[in-house]
């Protein structure tokens, strides 16, 4: 259940401040505006690790290779029982991890999305989300609530989720995976506005660092009449609140 929502509404307006280019809903008509570092670098899939090597099995292989190497690094023996078999296990874990990376966003929506004259909100809240930190490649995970406005077309609702796992299955940081969320569904969908909100916990702050057990992080992405009307944005929060 989201909590503190009026704490959640102040970030959603300090989240926005930054110009991404015109993202209105009209504004997106003419995406040749818009400058190159915008929303458009949320669809791109990040090279693949298949454009320089062959198939899983050449990846498996040189990702147990390295770590096999930090296990002897950080004193172990890689060839003691319950070691031995554990640098494939993990090559086959992370390539699990960050399967977003072999994901395609126009091959998901493809099909689900449907015309429906229908302008209310849309939630799809509670969605479980597990990703790697980037800085450390350890854990955060935690809960994605999506809102949108439709403009004529909707998502099919499975996709919706799916999106946020594209996303998050990478090495990635909060406030970008909640963003690139938001401006892909504003993207391939072109509705009036949409609402992005992600709370969630990070095992850097909890095993490392200032170790602090028990800490939430919580972003927010508005784009849309979810930005420019404070209305509609409140709806939005009421409505998860409510949850």
């Known amino acids: 259940m989201v909590q503190e929502m009026e704490d959640i509404h102040g970030m959603a307006t300090l989240c926005c401040r930054a110009p991404v280019g015109d993202l209105s809903h009209e504004g997106l008509t003419g995406r040749g505006a818009l400058p190159s570092d915008s929303y458009h670098l949320c669809l791109e899939t990040p090279r693949q690790l ?5 198939g899983d099995g050449d990846r498996i292989r040189k990702l147990a290779k390295a770590v096999r190497t930090i296990l002897e690094c950080v004193g ?10 554990t640098p494939e296990r993990y090559a086959k874990a992370m390539l699990y991890f960050t399967k977003g990376y072999a994901e395609d966003v126009q ?3 493809n ?9 209310g909100l849309v939630i799809v809240r509670d969605i479980d989300v597990f990703s790697l930190c980037e800085h450390h490649v350890v854990p955060f995970t935690g809960k994605m609530h999506i809102g949108y406005i439709p403009d004529g077309r909707i998502l099919g609702l499975s996709k919706v989720a799916r999106l946020a796992e594209i996303f998050s299955r990478r090495l990635q940081i909060q406030e970008r995976l909640t ?3 938001a401006m892909t569904i504003f993207d391939v969908l072109n509705p009036k506005g949409v609402g992005v909100i992600m709370e969630s916990s990070h095992l850097c702050m909890a095993m490392r660092g200032v170790e602090k057990v028990g800490t939430a992080t919580t972003t927010s992405y508005m784009v849309g009449c979810m930005r420019s009307s404070a209305e509609t944005r409140d709806e939005f929060l009421s409505l998860l609140r409510r949850g």
């Not at 099909?111 to 302008?119: L, R, T, W």
């Open 111 to 119: 099909g689900a999305i449907f015309h429906e004259n229908y302008d």
């Open 179 to 181: 963003k690139q969320v």
């Open 50 to 54: 298949e454009s320089t090597l062959n």
């Open 76 to 85: 172990e023996d890689p060839e003691r029982e319950g070691l031995r078999t």
């Open 107 to 109: 091959s998901l929506v």
